[in-house]
């Protein structure tokens, strides 16, 4: 079993027995929604680290992360996706 770092990034929570870290990020207008999946896959692109799932609708994106061996590299990517929300007013 995968142990993660007691302090997790901003509004992430861990769930179930082998740990996997879920958010829930709102937005006002579809558009927002669909700036931030684009640029979650990006990141993951770039970062070599991918959620394990994503799903959305009109408002929201829910973000699933896999555990690694460490735990680590999915805390990283979970601080990395914050520091992309909320994306810009348009």
Do not use: C, K
Request: without cysteine.
């Amino acid at each position: 079993m995968t142990d993660l770092p007691e302090e997790l990034p901003e509004g992430w929570e861990a769930r179930g027995r082998q740990a996997t870290l879920f958010r829930r990020f709102t937005f006002e207008r579809y558009a927002q929604t669909r700036d931030f999946v684009d640029a979650v896959s990006a990141l993951a692109q770039g970062g070599g680290a991918h959620p394990q799932n994503i799903n959305f609708g009109s408002t929201y994106v829910n973000v699933t992360l896999d555990p690694t061996p460490t735990g680590q590299a999915d805390v990283e990517l979970a601080a990395r996706i914050n520091a992309i929300y909320p994306p810009a007013e348009r």
